[in-house]
């Protein structure tokens, strides 16, 4: 559940970048801060562990309109791909408001994505949490390497994959290029923030 700051009327959300290690969690959010100058109001910091690290930072999105008379400050996080840090994502999903699941789009990824997405369920499931409820958006990246003639999985089978029972919506991005990344974050932002005003209510 977001935090509420009663005395600076600010609503604090958190969005957790989540999937298999160097899928684009990183990549994404490395494009935000740079393209979002403007609205972040903290540097990016980085928490390494050994061969992976947390990434977060605060931004103010404009445009999203206050909720219930409050500003929205949003929180964003990735999370170290590699299995042996669950326990890093499990401390970086506590209190979670919204998700990106960030899909590899390389052939060779199929069942990483698989493993990730099961992993993301288990994770909420023990924090008593339903990747149903949660506002979720998935993000298949890494379409451009198919100009490049690296082999990647076709949309159709990642959705069939990914996305058959979550049924959440879901965008091609490349984050190397920025193409697709505002549109995820828009999304999940969008969805996040519809949940905190019913919540609310």
């Given at each position: ?37 403007k ?24 445009g ?13 996080y ?32 199929r ?11 288990d994770?909420l ?20 390497l ?56």
């Open positions: 559940m977001a935090s509420i700051n009663a005395k600076d009327k600010v609503i604090e959300c958190k969005i957790v970048y989540y999937g298999p290690g160097r899928g684009g969690k990183t990549t994404n959010l490395e494009y935000i801060h740079k393209a979002g100058k609205y972040i109001t903290s540097d990016m910091v980085s928490i390494n562990t050994k061969g992976d690290r947390t990434l977060f930072f605060d931004f103010l999105p404009i999203l309109g206050k909720v219930k008379g409050y500003d929205v400050k949003v929180q964003l990735t999370v170290p791909g590699q299995t042996k840090y669950n326990s890093t994502r499990k401390m970086v999903l506590k209190n979670v408001d919204g998700i990106v699941f960030v899909a590899d789009s390389l052939e060779i990824r069942k990483a994505n698989m493993l990730s997405l099961k992993n993301l369920q994770n499931k023990e924090q008593n949490m339903s990747i149903f409820k949660i506002p979720l958006v998935i993000q298949f990246n890494k379409r451009d198919k100009d490049q003639g690296i082999p990647i999985m076709p949309v159709e089978l990642m959705e069939k994959e990914l996305n058959t029972k979550l049924k959440c919506p879901s965008f091609e991005a490349s984050a190397l290029k920025g193409s697709g990344v505002a549109d995820t974050l828009k999304k999940c932002l969008s969805l996040t923030i519809k949940k905190i005003h019913e919540e609310l209510s």
